[in-house]
């Protein structure tokens, strides 16, 4: 069955930098973009970024563009999530979500990790 | 990108239907129809329940059904149930090549 299983959260203070992984089991990894979306504590969700299933294409929300980077490494099945320059208010729940469509993409969500919580304090 | 409009929240009685709206604007929810819904109940990953405007992923019951309508979509819940309570977000293509979601409703069974 599809997994994805983020790990690489916890607390950083303001300034610093922190890396997100989400493994993926259960399909072919390369065949699907791939998306993170948070959530900040008691708030709504957030889209992110999106990365094409072969890592070519990468777009990001405007709140984290220039700060965050998403990449993929398809021979470990794994995505990532570079946080650079973090800020209080991107303290969430990050969930790495599949793309619905393979080999392409849909801004549809099928499958998601449990999260994993990022705080930023000092 | 502006998150896309819905109601903080919705009620029904057991076995009503109700509906949820999400509008945002022709670069998002009325240029695409590319809009989907989540469920999400507390302390939960969300849940896909509707996608291309319309469609059901497999499992899902035939009890939502979604639509649009120019700039706004809807989510309906017929025959609401007691596990229908939860939080559920719309989330529409942008022209951006992202993604916005919405700003999220809670539904809550009488």
């Known amino acids: 069955q599809v997994q994805l299983v983020e790990s690489g959260g916890g607390v950083v203070q303001p300034g610093r930098s922190l890396r997100l992984s989400c493994a993926a089991s259960?399909?072919?990894?390369?065949?699907?973009?791939m998306h993170w979306v948070r959530q900040a504590p008691g708030k709504g969700l957030e889209w992110v970024a999106i990365?094409?299933?072969?890592?070519?294409?990468?777009y990001y929300a405007d709140s984290v563009k220039g700060r965050f980077t998403i990449s993929r490494d398809n021979s470990k099945n794994t995505l990532y999530l570079q946080m650079d320059s973090l800020r209080a208010e991107d303290t969430a729940v990050h969930y790495c979500?599949?793309?619905?469509?393979?080999?392409?993409?849909?801004?549809?969500?099928?499958?998601w990790g449990q999260g994993t919580l990022v705080t930023v304090s000092s | 990108q502006s998150a896309l409009t819905q109601p903080a929240s919705v009620s029904g009685s057991p076995g009503q239907s109700i509906t949820i709206s999400c509008t945002g604007t022709?670069?998002?929810?009325?240029?695409?129809?590319?809009v989907s819904w989540y469920q999400q109940h507390p302390g939960k990953a969300p849940k896909l329940v509707i996608y291309?405007?319309?469609d059901r992923p497999s499992g899902i019951s035939n009890r939502f059904s979604g639509s649009k309508s120019g700039n706004t979509a809807s989510l309906t819940i017929s025959g609401l149930q007691a596990e229908d309570e939860a939080d559920y977000y719309c989330?529409?293509?942008?022209?951006?090549?992202?993604?916005?979601f919405g700003t999220g409703t809670h539904v809550t069974v009488l």
């Open positions: 291309d405007v319309s």
């Open positions: 989330n529409s293509y942008t022209t951006s090549s992202t993604g916005v």
């Open positions: 259960g399909f072919t990894f390369s065949n699907f973009a």
């Open positions: 022709s670069s998002d929810v009325g240029g695409y129809n590319f």
């Open positions: 979500a599949r793309d619905h469509r393979s080999g392409g993409s849909s801004y549809f969500f099928d499958y």
């Open positions: 990365i094409s299933y072969d890592g070519r294409y990468k």
